[in-house]
């Protein structure tokens, strides 16, 4: 069977967790493909809310199984956590949750080193989560980093000193102040607390489910738009958020990809530095951040807000060669009488529906189309039939200005408020 990709469209926070977790009962396995503890993919399930950081957002669905993909950096303090807070809801982890071998692991030297370097960066610094994801990511392309396979091994606890004695050299060039060893019984711990699970050859037990025509949810962190090639670089992570991060972060190959969903919000957010075109430094987005309780997941950093912007919407849609695109928090919007939406920039007097290079340090103006709002009734919606009006136009005109139909579209926090308008996607 094909794999599905599930992705973000925007720089994260677009609401993944909640699609994963209303599409996972179709699926016989969710796997996440890249990133680490700085995502924070967020569930309303009756009535509570969950915050998923490393385990796939499949987890709630019991006849689901979950793979935590080579790709992904785990750091085993915040796994165990999470492990711990599932047990409280009664969720028993260990009977579908398995770790790929190949998975990087962030050590407590790693967080420190981040907070090191984005110390030292002073006005410059990219906004980090500093969860210790950039630096594990140097270690592993520098080809000193440890992963979950060697846990399994005698000489781990070596290992794990000569690369400490490398971050050790590393912060005194920082001449950053830090408590490692007080962090290490946590670190440890939750090494101990990995080693309960499956740990698996993640590329052979992926591969052995298409063989075996299972059906795979490939779920993405972060957002597209925060890609380290094709994102607003340096403003970036440190892992491929696209449709190819699918196929190097969990071992499969390019033709097994079948469909892909590209979740946009109905406006933008971003978390940290970096340029965004749309944002809006105003009451309108106070508004906005106010109304949507954008504040960040893993971070809990208030979230900047602005208008949706088309031409990057465009862009990552073709990166991603997205063939569904859903649409979430449209209830946001309803405090607004007019909806605006980019749809090309403003260079040098000249009209550019493209990204530029290097969109940091290149001055675009957002050139809007404006159209009506929607009342507040958007959240008692429950079927496609009963849309109308100014949301109604909006998703006519998302949809003729991306050229991708929108199969899905959330109405609210809960885990019930998905209105399906592709129906070749109900359960």
Known sequence: ????????????????????????????????????????????????????????????????????????????????????????????????????????????????????????KGNSKIGSTLKGIGPAYMDKTGRNGL?????????????????????????????????????????????????????????????????????????????????????????VTSSTTLTAGACTGLGISPNHIRNVFGITKAYCTRVGSGPFPTELNNEEGEL????????????????????MDMPALRYVIMLNGVTHLIITKADVLKVFDEIKVCDSYNRDGKTSEGIPYDLCNIEVQPVYDTMEGWDEGIEKIKDAKEIAGGLKKYIAYVEQKSGVKVALLSTGPGRDQLIVLDKNLSR
Not at 28 to 48: C, E, S
Not at 77 to 101: N, P
Request: proline share 4%; net charge neutral; hydrophobic share 35%.
């Open 1 to 120: 069977m094909p794999v599905d990709v599930l992705l973000g469209l925007q720089w994260g926070d677009e609401g993944k967790g909640k699609v994963v977790d209303y599409l996972a009962p179709n699926y016989d396995l969710v796997a996440r493909f890249q990133g680490g503890p700085n995502a924070g993919h967020t569930l309303n399930i009756d009535g509570k809310k969950f915050v998923l950081h490393t385990i796939p957002s499949g987890i709630f669905n019991s006849g689901c199984q979950n793979l935590i993909g080579n790709g992904v950096v785990i750091d085993p303090v915040t796994f165990q956590k999470e492990i711990e807070g599932l047990k409280e809801v009664g969720v028993d982890a260990h009977k579908t949750l398995f770790i790929s071998r190949k998975a990087h692991l962030i050590l407590p030297s790693h967080r420190a080193l981040d907070a090191a370097s984005e110390a030292h």
């Open 288 to 307: 906005m951040r106010k109304q949507g309780n954008e504040f960040g997941s893993t971070t809990g950093r208030p979230r900047r807000c602005g208008w």
């Open 147 to 235: 992963r979950v396979g060697d846990i399994e091994n005698k000489n781990f606890k070596d290992k794990y000193n000569q690369l400490l004695e490398k971050h050790y050299q590393l912060l005194k060039q920082y001449n950053y102040v830090h408590d490692i060893p007080s962090m290490e019984k946590d670190f440890f711990a939750g090494v101990e607390c990995i080693k309960s699970f499956l740990l698996v050859d993640g590329e052979y037990f992926i591969n052995d489910l298409l063989n075996k025509n299972k059906n795979i949810l490939a779920e993405g962190a972060q957002g597209s738009m925060l890609d380290i090639d094709f994102g607003t670089y340096p403003f």
